[in-house]
């Protein structure tokens, strides 16, 4: 049976607003551009030239734009939630989100692989070349579950893990708060204080871990996806 959680409202709102954002952004783009275009234009432009193109090419970075935008974008705004008052709470910090993004970096990068070098892409992929046969015994295995198990499950964890420990760190500062202040008093006090402005920092650290978050989890992908189109593949 279906439940309908606060977690998934928060994540329908990240994605509300996402959309909202760039059907604004976009919709009626002038060559000399507002604020608003020019923020969405910088936004667009970041995940181009910095992930994209500098990983890809432009050839290739091109190909896989959209979905490495996407991934960013998406991530940012879940991310964000965990910092906006009411909402409280990462819309990545359920292993859900994630996963699904992880196994859409790990079916693109094979994808990419096998668009490159139909017959070759496993084969180059588990069996290093130059070593000697009685080696692969030992290597084959270890390739598969460096790269085809390890990969999407760090990029599900790093990014799940992330995004809880924040979470909690923000709850703990501001319960602390709440019980030295309004539960304790006193000299207590001195203590909520110190803990609401540590919770205040954390708050502005944890902007940051949003950003880079979406920023590794885009870039991881377009490495995979860079090895997965190499000459030797």
Do not use: C
């Amino acid at each position: 049976m279906f439940a309908f959680s606060r977690i998934n409202l928060v994540q329908i709102l990240a994605t509300i607003v996402l959309i909202l954002v760039f059907v604004i952004g976009t919709r009626r783009m002038k060559v000399v551009p507002g604020r608003f275009q020019s923020v969405v234009e910088m936004g667009l432009d970041f995940v181009r030239v910095n992930i994209a193109h500098d990983l890809l090419g432009r050839k290739d970075g091109d190909r896989f734009l959209p979905i490495l935008t996407t991934m960013f974008f998406m991530i940012l705004f879940m991310n964000l939630t965990g910092i906006i008052p009411g909402l409280n709470i990462a819309g990545t910090s359920v292993i859900a989100v994630p996963l699904l993004l992880a196994i859409v970096a790990y079916v693109t990068f094979i994808y990419a692989g096998i668009r490159k070098s139909p017959g070759n892409f496993f084969k180059n992929s588990l069996m290093p070349p130059g070593l000697p046969w009685f080696l692969y015994i030992l290597i084959i295995p270890l390739e598969f579950l460096s790269t085809f198990i390890i990969r999407p499950v760090t990029l599900t964890l790093r990014l799940l893990m992330n995004m809880i420990v924040g979470h909690l760190m923000l709850v703990l500062f501001f319960s602390a708060t709440q019980f030295f202040i309004f539960g304790l008093g006193g000299l207590w006090s001195l203590l909520g204080v110190g803990t609401l402005a540590f919770g205040f920092a954390f708050t502005l650290f944890e902007l940051l871990v949003a950003f880079l978050q979406a920023y590794v989890f885009a870039i991881l992908t377009a490495v995979y996806i860079q090895l997965a189109v190499a000459e030797e593949h």
